[in-house]
Structure formats: structure tokens, C-alpha cells
């Protein structure tokens, strides 16, 4: 019988087991145990993807886990721990010559067996394994058809941020200048973008959306997500929703409004003002340096009006840390009131949620369940803010 999972497929490292950095950028106590146990309890996630298990000392923390009977293999895939699985992960950097820039992808692979096949391939044609979102040096189609060989799953990440991703930086003007398209199972929009501007895009459209948090926190984590509808969290059925077989597909979407992205609108990366896309510099400090937003790209490439039919509903919302007023001591109420983050952006009700927090609160809450709050555009890096009514 089919059931709807949460999921977000796109969780940092922060530390590795010696404490030796994995995502530099990344929180020091995002750690592989840590994320599972935040994912598992508080969050509610069922899959997880966690996209630095290249690194050698992320996989023995896996082993370790294993061993302590903490967490096991699953036949078609993943690894069970607690009340969420794990699926293994790996974002790579990509730059070949077929690049205009940078482009971030992320590969995921049923087994840690096939994993560690990955890493030793990757140790010929990169410099750091143990880091994250490393330069890979290789084409795009041959890490393709690396990971195809090893029953893998290819995805571009985050695909239209001014940085490393897809259009914001890698191609002129479609997929195909560096990747077959072929050996694509879905595409990451990231925060920055829905469901409704990417599908401007015609050659998008054969493709599932995938909304993940991108998580460099634990707080971070579910800040995107999606509900998926299989048998089972497995890396199998995974699959099979992603390329909507055997009634598996992505059912819901949800994830914070574009314009809380930090790189929605085009900006000046000195003084921050919001410009227009034609100008050459920026018409409060002058600065030539501007850094185009996801919005703006979205209208460069759109070739088509008419969106497809068949796409899951994308509903905005946000983490309860958004929330201004919600702080840690009320969080933890909320936490023990209805054991997951999950439960209470979904399922309380109004008259639950003002027998443990203040009615102010609560119809915060019931707002962002409805995509109504108010919010003040970010840009430029800079994420947009709540407003409460």
C-alpha cells in the first residue's frame, strides 16, 4: 500500500567523527549521528539525504552505526535509522570545458558498498575527498555514466543560483551543452525558485522537482522538503517516484515563497539595493558589480507560458525558527506537545496549538500551513524575512 513520506535529499556534513571539517561552511555539530537523530526526532523526516558521504570518515561513522546495531542496510536500498532512512549521498563540483561556470550535482547511490566505489573513483579526479562540493576533473556526461554504472541517481542541484548550479552559472542556455539529458532524474529548484517559475522552461518539463532544505544546520534541515508517495523509504522506491512509476511520485512540494530566497532578485553586491537586470551599474553607490537574481534568469531563459498539468501543488512555508517569537524554550514545548516539527506545521490544530503557545503564535503557524504570511524580499545573499500581521 502506497504512503505519503516526508523528504528532503539535500543535508550538509558539518564534522566528521575526528572532527575534521567536511562542509567548512557548514555547522561544527552537523554531524552524520547528529543529523539522523535531529531528522528521526524532532524533524519527522522519513528520507534523508545527506550529500557528503563521499568522505572516507563519513562512511566509517555509517559502518560504526551499523556495527552498534544502530542503524541497518535495507534490501532495496538506503539505511534504516531510528524512524528515518538514510540515502548516500555525494554533491560534486563540475567544470569542464562545456561549462560557462561552475555546477553543483548531486549523486546518490543505493549502498554504501557502492558508495565507496564512488570514492575510489573520485580519488583519481579530485583533490579532497574528505571535503564537500569538491571540483570533480572529468566531464559532466562521464560522471553521468559513472554513476548510471554504479545504479546511482543524478540530479543537478539548486539549478538556478547566481553560483555553481546549473543556469545560474554552468550554461548558456539549456541542460544539453554539458549533461545528456537522458541520465537526469530530477531537477533541484532551490530556494530561490517554485514549481510554477521553472516550468517556464520547456526542456524542465520531463523532469520531477525536487524542493530540499540544502541544510548547512540542524535547524536548517526540512526547511524545504517534499511528501513522496511509495511503499517504503527506500532508495528503490526513490527511484521509481521520481520517474512517476508504479503510481510512486512526488506528491507535494513544499517550500519557503521564492522571494525569501537570498538570490531572488538581481541586486548590487556592495550596497545591496535592489536594480534592474539592464542596467551596468548600480544607481545608488555606482558599483558594477551585481550579482543577478534567480528571477531575473528564469525570465531569460522562459520559453514558454503554459505550464504542465500534471506537477504535484508547491505550497510555501517556512521552519518554525522563521517564526518571529519563536525561540528555542517555545520550540521545545511545541516538540513535546507533538513529538515533530512535522506534526505541527501539518496537523495541529488551531485550538491545540493555543493550549501550549500564544494565540499570536498559533495563527502564525496556521498561516504559514496556508501560505499567507507576509514577507520582505531577499537578494543579493541576503534571505527575506517574516512579517507577522
Not at 374 to 381: D, L, P, V, Y
Request: with cysteine; hydrophobic share 35%; proline share 4%.
Amino acid at each position: 500500500m502506497l504512503k505519503p513520506y516526508f523528504s528532503d535529499l539535500h543535508i550538509h556534513i558539518g564534522r566528521d567523527k575526528y572532527d575534521h571539517p567536511v562542509k567548512i561552511t557548514a555547522s561544527k555539530n552537523l554531524t552524520l549521528t547528529s543529523v539522523l537523530e535531529e531528522s528521526s526526532r524532532n524533524k519527522g523526516m522519513d528520507l534523508i539525504g545527506v550529500i557528503d558521504c563521499q568522505a572516507p570518515a563519513v562512511q566509517q561513522e555509517v559502518m560504526e552505526l551499523i556495527e552498534e546495531g544502530k542503524a541497518y542496510e535495507l534490501v532495496d536500498g538506503g539505511i534504516r535509522f531510528e524512524k528515518v532512512t538514510l540515502i548516500l549521498g555525494s554533491e560534486i563540483e563540475v567544470y569542464d570545458e562545456a561549462c560557462q561556470g561552475p555546477i553543483h550535482v548531486l549523486c546518490y547511490f543505493p549502498t554504501l558498498q557502492y558508495m565507496q566505489q564512488f570514492s575510489a573513483w573520485l580519488r583519481q579526479r579530485m583533490k579532497n575527498i574528505g571535503l564537500s562540493s569538491q571540483r570533480y576533473y572529468g566531464t559532466g556526461k562521464e560522471l553521468q555514466y559513472k554513476v548510471k554504472q554504479l545504479k546511482g541517481i543524478f540530479i543537478p542541484a539548486h539549478v538556478f543560483t547566481p553560483f555553481k548550479s546549473l543556469y545560474g552559472k554552468g550554461v548558456e542556455q539549456t541542460l544539453s551543452e554539458v549533461f545528456d539529458r537522458d541520465l537526469i532524474d530530477g531537477i533541484e529548484l532551490g530556494l530561490s525558485s517554485d514549481t510554477h517559475m521553472a516550468d517556464q522552461i520547456q526542456e524542465l518539463h520531463d523532469y520531477t522537482f525536487l524542493s530540499n532544505s540544502d541544510a548547512h544546520s540542524l535547524a536548517k534541515i526540512a526547511r524545504e522538503y517534499q511528501i513522496i508517495c511509495m511503499m517504503e523509504p527506500s532508495f528503490n522506491e526513490l527511484y521509481l517516484a521520481l520517474h512517476q512509476q508504479q503510481n510512486r511520485k512526488i506528491a507535494h512540494n513544499y517550500g519557503m515563497n521564492p522571494r525569501l530566497g537570498k538570490y531572488h532578485k538581481t541586486v548590487c553586491n556592495q550596497c545591496f539595493s535592489v536594480v534592474s537586470l539592464n542596467v551596468q551599474n548600480c544607481p545608488h553607490c555606482f558599483s558594477n558589480k551585481l550579482i543577478k537574481g534567480v528571477s531575473d534568469r528564469i525570465l531569460e531563459l522562459k520559453d514558454i507560458s503554459a505550464p504542465t498539468n500534471d506537477r504535484p501543488p508547491y505550497t510555501y512555508q517556512v521552519p518554525l525558527e522563521y517564526l518571529p517569537k519563536l525561540g528555542k524554550r517555545t520550540y521545545e514545548k511545541l516538540l513535546t506537545a507533538f513529538d515533530t516539527e512535522m506534526q505541527v506545521i501539518h496537523h495541529a490544530t488551531f485550538e491545540e496549538l493555543t493550549s501550549v503557545i500564544p494565540s499570536d503564535l498559533a495563527h502564525a503557524i496556521i498561516q504559514m500551513r496556508q501560505g499567507k504570511l507576509k514577507i520582505i524580499e531577499g537578494g543579493g545573499g541576503r534571505y527575506g524575512t517574516i512579517k507577522l500581521t
